[in-house]
């Protein structure tokens, strides 16, 4: 769907609100300090680490958020994805999720448009979110994933896979399209990682109560159909956005109000990591409304997110001292 059909955005909509409606009265109800309580759609929080389990990541920790800038362009009004340049320093790659065709944009901290490269030979149904990993030739590439499907109807959703383009790009090299079909029916997802290490790519479904996570290779050849492999599930609620950090070692998945985080063991798989418990932050995403998006710093130390609206607002979340 080149954009939502009313009755479908009309719903999603009204879910988002209730979400955010019962988060705010959890917090109200506890006299409010800023960080996130339980509400009947929390995922349940990670045991305790024992005295001989390693340091939980930082990011499990309370976290302070500064709005770094807006972005100005009329156009990047329903921003879903985000994800850091693994070759330009400073550039964070995203793109709209309807209505918009098959263009990235090449955003500064500020919220300053550098580029709007369209992506060639590619289509927009519903682009949901975009990952940056390894080509097969071990180049930076960048992964798009339309694989949103908010009736849960498509046969099959795609993953494109493009070389990075350079901040002065009008249009990208050719994308390799991914077909892809779940083994177990139509899913709405907006979560997708590429394992920087290993060469997975994995989706996470969107639903209330938990999510689950799938699996193929990101180093299919182009124009290839395969079916997902069934992973775990995941105690998180309508998950919205993830990302590696690019050293491998730090997985995160978001919902409209929570971070969860989860620490890698080596090269194990993605699947293999989303099995275990995550931690969850105690410091609330609500307030930045419909966010969609989550892009981590290299060593998954700290991340920058983006909401839809106009102006997107950029904020930075780093750990409180």
């Given amino acids: 769907m080149r954009a939502r059909a009313p009755a479908v955005r009309a719903a999603e909509l009204a879910l988002l609100a209730t979400v ?13 300090s800023g960080a996130a309580r339980s509400s009947s759609l929390a995922a349940p929080r990670a045991a305790a680490p024992s005295a001989t389990a390693p340091r939980p990541p930082a990011l499990c920790g309370r976290l302070r958020a500064r709005v770094t800038g807006r972005v100005g362009d009329p156009s ?5 994805g985000l994800v850091r340049s693994r070759s330009q320093p400073g550039l964070l790659w995203s793109h709209d999720d309807s209505g918009a065709g098959p263009v990235l944009f090449g955003l500064r901290a500020d919220g300053s448009v550098v580029t709007r490269p369209t992506v060639s030979g590619a289509q927009a ?4 979110d975009i990952a940056a990993g390894p080509a097969a030739d071990s180049r930076p590439a960048l992964y798009i994933g339309d694989i949103g499907d908010n009736a849960s109807r498509r ?8 070389a990075e383009p350079g901040a002065e790009a009008t249009a990208t090299a050719p994308a390799a399209r991914l077909r892809m079909r779940y083994p177990d029916g139509a899913h709405d997802a907006e979560a997708l990682l590429v394992d920087p290490l290993g060469g997975d790519l994995v989706i996470v479904t969107k639903a209330l109560g938990a999510a689950r996570a799938y699996r193929a ?3 299919l050849p182009a124009g290839s159909q395969t079916t997902l492999r069934r992973g775990p599930a995941i105690a998180l609620s309508l998950v919205t956005a993830g990302d590696v950090s690019a050293d491998g070692r730090i997985v995160v998945l978001r919902g409209y109000d929570r971070l969860a985080v989860w620490a890698r063991r080596g090269r194990e798989r ?13 410091t609330s995403l609500a307030g930045e409304g419909q966010g969609e998006a989550i892009a981590l710093d290299r060593r998954g130390a700290s991340f920058v997110t983006v909401a839809e609206g106009s102006p997107a607002v950029l904020r930075r979340y780093t750990v409180a001292r």
């Fill in 20 to 32: 955010l409606a019962l988060l705010a009265a959890a917090v109200g109800g506890c006299g409010g």
């Fill in 76 to 80: 990047a009004n329903e921003l879903s």
């Fill in 125 to 128: 149904v519903d682009w949901e």
């Fill in 155 to 162: 046969p099959s959703v795609d993953v494109y896979r493009v």
């Fill in 217 to 219: 290779s990101a180093r």
């Fill in 270 to 282: 993605l699947t293999t990591t989303l099995r275990r418990a995550p931690c969850i932050s105690p």
